[in-house]
């Protein structure tokens, strides 16, 4: 179970100008929705950030093609096959879900974004996304957000969305999202899918400063497992039907102050992401702060989060602080000083000065360590910058369900 959520999503508003619909095309899933359309207004503007792996998936490579040639009107998202490891052939079945979209929603070809997710190396199995495609735009609704949360899930164990409504200068504005991922996380872009929407006005600058801001702060601080997608994408799409006033430059108060409130909503699905890490047991927060760069402090923050001996650790409620101190130290900060680092679980200082901190017991570490969500504040003596990102530990279960995936 995921650690400290549940399959109850929270209110969900509907966002003005916008439409979902979904569909059981049985892509790979049967008795579930595995497909998803979402309807754009004409006046929308939208953002997308993409995977910055080499292998990127075949919808990547079609979606970034038209958002440089046309103004999205549709994203296409199917679950359960991520077309991505898949040559040519891929990418003309990318296109062919495009154009089932395009014949029936009687818009152009490059109005579609397409978006999978699923299993690497399998050819789409085109022949279900006719029927697909028509019943999701049957059932295109402003309500939709939680059906669509559910049905682009894959190994996901529970849904995962947000909303927000926020009072600003001439009214109220809303953004409500829903993502996806639970294994194959690790910050890179963007780990995974996350669809935004929000009814304010964003001049296309502000609209790609705020999303790449939002990311930064979330999606682009989380890791599971080390591994990042093929296929991940985040897209926000603006649009503009709020009484709320254009924001039109990005270092204007409004602009400020919508960058907070996405990024707010953007790390709870984020965190989702993280509590809902495949056979995850624990949500771990990693603090690392006193460095002289905020790099610095995030290559620290990664180094153990990325340990398998400090993720199993905690799987195993063990506070075998050692691990941690060990990853510190092969974290490449030149110059190093181990005398000036400490490290604390939540409020209990394990080591300082390079060694056993005084007051501590095994008995306290051992209380910290039993408990769902768990700090680690490393402070590295050197500087005044400081970063944080999450994760979660390493299981059985994770292991089980990434052998057992395919079968």
Known sequence: MAVGLSNE?????????????????????????????VEMDEQTRTAAVFTRNAFCAAPVIVARRHLTRATPRYLLIN??????????????????????????????????LPFSTGVISESLPLDRFHGGIVQ???????GSWPAAAHAIMTTDTVPKAASRQVAMAGGTVTITGVAKGSGMICPNMATMLAYIATDAALAPQVLDHCLREAVAASFNSITVDGDTSTNDACVLMATGRSTVPAIETADSEASRQFVAELSALCQTLAQAIVRDGEGATKFITIEVSQGRSREECRQVAYTVAH??????????????????????????????????????????????????????????????MQREEITIQIHLGRGSSRAAIWTCDLSHDYVRINAEYRT
């Open 9 to 37: 999503l929270p209110a969900l508003h509907p966002v003005a100008g916008i439409r979902l619909g979904t569909a059981a095309a049985g892509i790979r899933y049967t008795g579930r929705d595995d497909l998803v359309l």
């Open 307 to 368: 340990s398998p001996l400090v993720k199993t650790a905690f799987f195993a409620s063990d506070p075998n602080w050692g691990r941690i101190l060990a990853a510190v130290g092969r974290a490449g900060i030149e110059d190093l000083d181990v005398a000036g680092v400490s490290l604390f679980l939540d409020d209990v200082c394990i080591a300082e000065g390079g060694a056993l901190a005084a007051t501590y017991t095994e008995a306290r570490g051992k209380e910290v």
């Open 136 to 142: 999701a735009a049957a059932s295109l609704d402003a």
């Open 79 to 112: 679950a359960g096959n991520a077309n991505a490891g898949t040559g040519e052939q891929g990418l003309e079945d990318a296109l062919a879900t495009c154009r089932l979209v395009a014949e029936q929603r009687h818009c152009e070809l490059e109005q579609v």
